[in-house]
């Protein structure tokens, strides 16, 4: 079956655009997680939903970081005013259980250059 | 912040040996699972053990736990050219929210395997 996907796969953004990341989970996976992953460096958690539920976003680094699941499928992670310090591959991951203690299926990543 | 330390940072053996990966971290947790993520590639999902284990296997991989010591190791027997990558132990916490109902990883090994 179809594995997370993930769009823009790259995305180079100037420093004060907008950008808006794509994850499509696998089909009926209710838990959905955003890493961010910087060069050299482990994955990093940024939020967590529930189904259309955002349970935790405290791992966000700042305000211009939102992201949405509203039907409780795709989710969108939106960085607005992008700066440098936003370079980084940006991870989705699925999991199939309300239960987060149950394994997460990653998709590939958008690597995002901020210039 | 980043929970885990994989030890060591590098590792460059010759085909058919084993490899053994160490990871330590700091807090409570419901679980520790390994990943590997190949250069360009996202994170696969090797093996999950739950705290009250001790060991666990699957195929050429095996994992063991010390929870009182606060650490893992992960064991590739018969090692592969295939198995060139990054290795990244991750912790689940006990507690939900404040950030910890994703997964918290280390900085990764990252592994050669010479042919």
């Known amino acids: 079956g179809a594995g997370v996907s993930q769009s823009p796969r790259y995305k180079v953004a100037k420093r004060g655009q907008d950008v808006a990341l794509r994850c499509d989970p696998i089909?009926?996976?209710?838990?959905l997680f955003w890493y961010q992953q910087a060069l050299g460096q482990g994955p990093e958690f940024l939020t967590y939903?529930?189904?259309?539920?955002?349970?935790?976003k405290s791992g966000l680094p700042s305000d211009r970081f939102f992201a949405e699941r509203p039907e409780g499928s795709v989710s969108t992670l939106k960085i607005q005013r992008t700066q440098q310090e936003d370079s980084a591959v940006y991870l989705c991951?699925?999991?199939?259980?309300?239960?987060?203690?149950?394994?997460?299926?990653f998709g590939p990543g958008t690597r995002l250059t901020v210039t | 912040s980043q929970q885990g330390e994989e030890d060591p940072q590098a590792l460059s053996i010759q085909e058919g040996e084993n490899a053994t990966m160490n990871c330590s971290y700091k807090?409570?947790?419901?679980?520790l699972q390994w990943y590997r993520q190949n250069s360009g590639r996202g994170l696969v999902h090797l093996i999950l053990?739950?705290?009250?284990?001790r060991e666990k296997h699957s195929g050429r991989l095996r994992v063991t736990l010390d929870t009182s010591k606060k650490s893992s190791s992960l064991l590739i027997t018969a090692s592969r050219a295939a198995d060139t990558a990054s290795y990244f132990c991750?912790?689940?916490?006990?507690?939900?929210?404040?950030?910890?109902?994703?997964?918290?990883f280390g900085k990764g090994t990252h592994l050669i395997i010479q042919p």
């Open positions: 991951a699925s999991s199939a259980y309300r239960d987060r203690s149950y394994e997460q299926y």
């Open positions: 089909s009926g996976h209710v838990s």
């Open positions: 939903f529930q189904n259309e539920a955002q349970l935790d």
């Open positions: 807090t409570s947790i419901n679980n």
């Open positions: 053990i739950r705290s009250n284990e």
């Open positions: 991750a912790t689940l916490g006990v507690y939900s929210g404040g950030g910890a109902d994703g997964l918290t």
